[in-house]
């Protein structure tokens, strides 16, 4: 079946400009994450949905940065007033997730990100 | 903050020998995933160890736990140039929040 898909692959704007990254995830995977990896470096963690749960948003960096999941399927990341800073690649990835009141975290199924880069 | 550390930043070898990479976490955990990245692409899983588990096996992959030392290791055997990429290790609260922590990765350079 289909992965993760992201979209634009790569984006180049200007900065003060806001943009829109979107991810469909896997069908029938109920936990989304993003995140952000800055060149050479690591994966930050951005915000994790999951199901009708109220998202986890304790990774985003600023309120310029803010993410919905709309009917629990495609996701949006949104950066208002973009920073120079702010130019990274942005994964998104999903899981499907046991049900019950033991929630275990299982294997992530990433896209190949979006691009961004602020000029 | 970043839960996992990974030690050696980078690590060049001669393909047929094995590579070791290590990770160290902070907090209780409930499992330690590995992944890999190749060079402008997204991740893929590799391999998951729950925090009652000592070794895995898969494939040329080995992993270990040591839930004492807070640390984990990743041995890919017989090595190949197709090896090449960025490993990385990412850790499960054990307060079950669903959420997903990574580290900083190793850079894997295996030499044909």
């Known amino acids: 079946g289909a992965g993760v898909s992201q979209s634009p692959s790569n984006k180049v704007t200007e900065k003060g400009k806001d943009v829109e990254l979107r991810c469909d995830p896997i069908?029938?995977?109920?936990?989304l994450y993003w995140y952000r990896q800055s060149l050479g470096q690591g994966l930050e963690f951005l915000i994790y949905f999951q199901g009708n749960s109220a998202p986890d948003k304790s990774g985003l960096p600023s309120d310029r940065f803010s993410a919905e999941r709309t009917g629990g399927s495609v996701s949006t990341l949104t950066i208002q007033r973009t920073q120079q800073e702010d130019s990274a690649v942005y994964l998104c990835?999903?899981?499907?997730?046991?049900?019950?009141?033991?929630?275990?975290?299982?294997?992530?199924?990433f896209g190949e990100g979006s691009r961004l880069t602020v000029l | 903050s970043q839960q996992g550390e990974e030690d050696p930043q980078a690590l060049s070898i001669q393909e047929g020998e094995n590579a070791t990479m290590n990770c160290s976490y902070k907090?209780?955990?409930?499992?330690l995933q590995w992944y890999r990245q190749n060079s402008g692409r997204g991740l893929v899983h590799l391999i998951l160890i729950r925090s009652n588990e000592r070794e895995k096996h898969s494939g040329r992959l080995r992993v270990t736990l040591d839930t004492s030392k807070k640390s984990s290791s990743l041995l890919i055997t017989a090595s190949r140039a197709a090896d090449t990429a960025s490993y990385f290790c990412?850790?499960?609260?054990?307060?079950?929040?669903?959420?997903?922590?990574f580290g900083q990765g190793t850079t894997l350079q295996v030499k044909p």
């Open positions: 990835a999903s899981s499907p997730r046991t049900s019950g009141s033991l929630i275990d975290t299982g294997e992530l199924f």
């Open positions: 990412a850790t499960a609260s054990s307060s079950n929040t669903g959420k997903l922590i």
């Open positions: 907090t209780s955990i409930n499992n």
């Open positions: 069908s029938g995977h109920t936990a």
